[in-house]
């Protein structure tokens, strides 16, 4: 194999090609580079700046092998690499390919009624796609499509599937009942399966909520039977997404070392799996514990880096968090002309989002900005809109938390 394929591809070609027909590809890989040599000898002795976009390579590779694979093979077998394609580029966070890609299997099945699965689940690939990028409207549509379609063919673990990311989606736009009810009907319509992956989702979303409302004991059982399920068939970026949520919990916790601990196995898998927007999200969460063991250089270090995996992801939910720890961090060395720059961008981003939990979250970071500028009206406005939203989802550690600090 050619090391300049990327690896996802490649160690993916012997399960769907003769070894004629990788070479042939190859030899077509080979003979693009040749052409985008050329191109870069003609860019030196071009005057203009020009720059070719990160992740530009992997996309012309799935261009490539697609076009090659679609009379090649039979359509079955095409349609499984395309799956395979699809959620290889969700997790290299290249999501315009994996949407057009699922797009491309959805035209393929549209008109086969034995294929209608297939349809559905691409639906709901881009689903999950749209909720990564906070998309609420575009991502509830494909949902919507997934579950009509799987309804038909009476196949219910998908619908539970379904059911399981509109948990996720009601939870980030800050609906943390509506996010119960989706996860509690998803669980139930699998408690007569075996399916370990499918009821370890459930587990961890439902230990996420648990974890929002405070209550930190029920959320580490839910994350640590969910660890269990997915140890049974190693599925790393499982894995590493609930270190991850175990780690949030004991940062709650202000256990700081345990949360160290988790955040770097989940980073090590994912590392390991290239899985970037779990990337992102734990050079987030590393910031936030330095920040609060008020190793401010560290901190802004690993927010950094996780702002610029969110901007190449447009993981737009990320970007308002890093923004919102950036706040805080300048807040603690005193810096309160730029925290509250940053406080303000977290806030606009989460506004435009629509995430009410992690505009609460900012709320309460604005008014101890205020309280300690001396600011006390401001103060007080921020921490009642953050108050307000605490007891709509019932969240007596942070309802406690505000009122404390309202008296103070």
């Given at each position: 194999m050619t090391e300049n394929i990327n690896k996802s591809i490649s160690e993916v070609l012997p399960d769907f090609f003769s070894d004629k027909l990788i070479a042939e590809f190859l030899h077509i890989f080979e003979s693009s580079l040749k052409i985008k040599a050329d191109t870069k000898a003609f860019q030196q002795k071009s005057p203009l700046d020009f720059q070719i976009e990160e992740g530009l390579s992997y996309r012309s590779q799935i261009d490539l092998l697609v076009t090659f694979a679609e009379n090649k093979i039979e359509k079955e077998k095409f349609l499984s690499l395309l799956l395979y394609l699809g959620q290889a580029s969700i997790t290299n966070g290249e999501f315009p390919a994996a949407i057009d890609i699922n797009e491309k299997i959805i035209n393929?099945?549209?008109?086969?009624?034995?294929?209608?699965?297939?349809?559905?689940?691409?639906?709901?690939?881009?689903?999950?796609?749209?909720?990564?990028?906070?998309?609420?409207?575009?991502?509830?549509?494909?949902?919507?499509?997934?579950?009509?379609?799987?309804?038909s063919i009476n196949d219910v673990k998908g619908v539970a599937k379904c059911e399981n990311l509109l948990g996720t989606v009601y939870g980030d736009l800050g609906?943390?009942?509506?996010?119960?009810?989706?996860?509690?009907?998803?669980?139930?319509?699998?408690?007569?399966?075996?399916?370990?992956?499918?009821?370890?989702?459930?587990?961890?979303?439902?230990?996420?909520?648990?974890?929002?409302?405070?209550?930190?004991?029920?959320?580490?059982?839910?994350?640590?039977r969910a660890l269990i399920h997915y140890e049974k068939v190693d599925d790393k970026k499982r894995i590493a997404?609930?270190?991850?949520?175990?780690?949030?919990?004991?940062?709650?916790?202000?256990?700081?070392?345990?949360?160290?601990?988790?955040?770097?196995?989940s980073l090590a898998l994912a590392l390991e799996t290239n899985y970037q927007q779990q990337i992102g999200i734990v050079y987030l969460s590393k910031a936030s514990v330095y920040s609060s063991l008020n190793d401010y250089s560290l901190a802004n270090a690993f927010a950094d880096k996780s702002l610029e995996v969110s901007h190449k992801l447009n993981d737009k939910l990320t970007i308002a968090d890093v923004y919102k720890i950036k706040g805080i961090i300048q807040k603690k060395v005193s810096n309160f002309l730029l925290a509250e720059n940053y406080l303000l961008t977290s806030l606009r981003l989460n506004t435009e989002a629509g995430n009410q939990l992690n505009l609460a979250e900012t709320y309460q970071e604005l008014g101890l900005l205020y309280k300690q500028t001396g600011k006390m009206e401001e103060s007080k406005k921020y921490f009642n809109l953050a108050l307000e939203y605490f007891k709509e989802i019932n969240s007596e550690t942070d309802i406690s938390t505000i009122l404390k600090l309202l008296n103070d």
């Open positions: 393929l099945t549209k008109d086969d009624s034995d294929m209608t699965n297939l349809a559905a689940n691409a639906h709901l690939l881009i689903g999950e796609i749209y909720s990564r990028q906070a998309s609420w409207q575009n991502c509830l549509e494909s949902i919507s499509i997934a579950i009509s379609l799987l309804s609906n943390i009942q509506k996010a119960i009810e989706n996860f509690e009907s998803a669980l139930e319509k699998l408690n007569e399966e075996l399916n370990y992956t499918n009821k370890g989702k459930i587990e961890i979303n439902l230990g996420i909520v648990k974890s929002i409302k405070g209550i930190y004991d029920e959320a580490l059982v839910y994350f640590k997404e609930i270190h991850q949520n175990i780690g949030m919990v004991y940062l709650k916790k202000e256990e700081y070392q345990l949360a160290l601990n988790e955040f770097d196995d």
